[in-house]
C-alpha cells in the first residue's frame, strides 16, 4: 500500500514538474514555432481590416483571432486532430490579441505601407496552405485531398474574416487568390511524390504564393470572369 502510494505520489510530482518545466519553457519555445509567424500575419490582416471598417476593439479582437486560426481549424477537424492546435494553448489567443491591440492603437503605422492588408494576407496565404498541406500529408491523408486541405487552411480565415466584415470574400473575386494558395499546395504535393524534403520546398512554395498573390494585386493577374448574361435573373414571385 505504502509502495502505491509512493508511486501514485511520484507519478503526480513528476506530472506538476513537467507542467512547470512546459510553462516555463513555453515564452523560449513559441518565438521558435513556424506556426508563430503565419498566425501573426494573419491575425495583422484582420485587425488592419477591422479597423478599416471602424469596429470597436472587440471586433477588431476577435477579427483577428478569427482570421489567425479558423482555417487551420477546419483543417484539423477534418483530419482527426482534435483539439485543433489553435485550442491546445492559450498563446494563439494571446498572439492573436497582441496583433489586435497594436493594430487597433497603431493603424496609422501600418497604413503608411501601401496596401498593408494584402500583403501580410498574401504571406499568411502562402504559409497556412504549405503547412495545412504538410499536416495533412502527415496523418495519412491523399495527397489531392491534403491539398485541398492545405488550400482551406490557407483561405478559410480570410473567408471568415470576409464575411464578418461584410466584405465580398476576396477568394471569390476574379483576382487570383485560391489559385494561389493550390500552386503552394501543388508544390508540396509534388515533392511529397518524388520523396523530396517537405523542408526543402517549404520557401519556394511560400514564395511562389506570395509572388502571385502579389502580382495579383499591383499587376491586375486575375482568372477570366463568368460571361455577362444578356438578361438579369428573374426572381421568382
Request: proline letters at 6%; glycine letters at 8%.
Amino acid at each position: 500500500m505504502h509502495s502505491s502510494e509512493c508511486c501514485i505520489s511520484g507519478a503526480c510530482t513528476r506530472h506538476v514538474d513537467s507542467l512547470t518545466d512546459f510553462n516555463h519553457a513555453a515564452p523560449q519555445r513559441i518565438f521558435h514555432d513556424p506556426r508563430f509567424g503565419r498566425n501573426v500575419r494573419f491575425a495583422i490582416s484582420g485587425a488592419l481590416l477591422a479597423v478599416q471598417k471602424r469596429m470597436d476593439i472587440f471586433g477588431v479582437l476577435v477579427l483577428a483571432f478569427v482570421t489567425a486560426v479558423a482555417g487551420g481549424i477546419v483543417r484539423d477537424l477534418v483530419i482527426g486532430a482534435t483539439p485543433p492546435d489553435a485550442f491546445r494553448s492559450w498563446h494563439m489567443l494571446a498572439l492573436a490579441a497582441v496583433a489586435g491591440m497594436l493594430c487597433f492603437f497603431g493603424a496609422p503605422i501600418f497604413e503608411r505601407f501601401s496596401y498593408p492588408v494584402q500583403l501580410f494576407d498574401a504571406a499568411g496565404l502562402g504559409i497556412f496552405a504549405v503547412s495545412g498541406t504538410q499536416k495533412a500529408l502527415q496523418f495519412g491523408i491523399d495527397p489531392i485531398m491534403a491539398a485541398a486541405l492545405g488550400v482551406v487552411s490557407g483561405i478559410g480565415g480570410g473567408i471568415l474574416r470576409d464575411v464578418l466584415a461584410a466584405r465580398l470574400p476576396s477568394v471569390l473575386h476574379t483576382q487570383i487568390y485560391a489559385v494561389a494558395a493550390m500552386a503552394a499546395a501543388a508544390v508540396v504535393v509534388v515533392a511529397h511524390a518524388f520523396g523530396v524534403q517537405i523542408t526543402v520546398v517549404t520557401f519556394p512554395a511560400v514564395a511562389l504564393c506570395f509572388f502571385l498573390r502579389v502580382m495579383a494585386i499591383y499587376r491586375g493577374w486575375s482568372l477570366p470572369p463568368a460571361p455577362s448574361s444578356a438578361s438579369e435573373p428573374q426572381t421568382p414571385r
